[in-house]
Each structure stands twice: as C-alpha cells, then as structure tokens.
C-alpha cells in the first residue's frame, strides 16, 4: 500500500480491525437481526469486503447468507430508496 507524491513512497499503516462476531463471542448470524446486518452493508446496501468490515472469513460468509436470506424475506431492501 504505496501512495506516491513527489517521486517518493509513503507507505501507509493498515489499520487493524478484530471481528464483531468474534469478540463478542457469537457462534451464529441470524437474518433475523437486521439491526446488525444494517453495520455490513454500504450506503448503496452494497455487501462490504472484509477488509472494510473487519470480520473474519468465516462470519463474513454467514454475514452474507444472512443478509440475502433478510433481502429475500423482504427484511431488507436490495435498492436504497
């Protein structure tokens, strides 16, 4: 993660982000629960990456079932309006 101003390098620190799931100690998402799913998901309900989440791989993977099973029962919307 290189920005380059002036022909020089500066290298950028990633910041580290733990997984809600995980620290909060959670086994399950629910699609039920919209309130937490409304934290993944960008302001054009776009599904967000990991690297902007901060989940691991094995919740983002449930975070996004859940969130098309919510979309699928009309919990959520798929078009922001």
């Keep these: 993660m290189f ?3 002036n022909n020089r390098k500066i290298k950028k620190k990633a910041v580290r982000r733990f997984c809600y799931f995980c620290v909060n100690n959670w ?4 699609y039920q629960d919209t309130a937490i799913l ?3 998901v960008s302001s054009f ?11 691991c791989a094995m919740h983002q993977r449930k975070v996004s079932n859940a969130i098309k099973r919510a979309r699928e029962m009309s919990l959520m919307p798929y078009l922001p309006r």
């Design 3 to 5: 920005k380059k101003t």
């Design 27 to 30: 086994k399950d998402v629910n």
């Design 38 to 40: 409304q934290k993944f």
């Design 45 to 55: 309900l776009k599904i967000a990456p990991r690297r902007r989440s901060g989940l």
